[in-house]
């Protein structure tokens, strides 16, 4: 079994974490297909349903610099995939071609994190985010 762990600077304001863990879980869901199951989950009524297929969890980090500090530790992990987004990501709306020069003519630490989704095995995930506590 999987788990998706979201991890957040704590100082983000609620409509900005929101945002972020949108942007972030969205970006995963394209590249792991099994995140979701294949077909659309409908109850009696004919109302659809989210049909996520593992664990899910957000959790805050104390800022920028832990969230850079645990990127950094696990991005050699071959079994973990992990996707961040940075402050330069927030302080721009529908401003895709400028987002992606900024982002592939950096790199990684020049730009502050904010929030972080790490996909990988139930434990190993499980472990790799104890030290972060749920974000409230």
Known sequence: MNRVSI????NLSAGQACNVSAIVM?????????????????????VSHAS???????????GSVQLYNFVDGIKGDPN??????????????????????GISGSLAGEHSIVGVVVFGEHNHVLNLTKKFSVFA
């Open 7 to 10: 991890v957040l600077d704590r």
């Open 26 to 46: 969205g970006q995963l869901a394209r590249l792991e297909s099994a995140l979701y199951s294949d077909g659309l989950l409908k109850d009696g009524s004919g």
């Open 52 to 62: 996520i297929q593992c664990s899910t969890v957000v959790l805050k980090a104390k």
């Open 80 to 101: 973990i995939r992990c996707i961040v987004f940075t402050s330069f990501g927030q302080s721009l709306h529908n401003s895709p071609l400028e987002y992606e020069g």
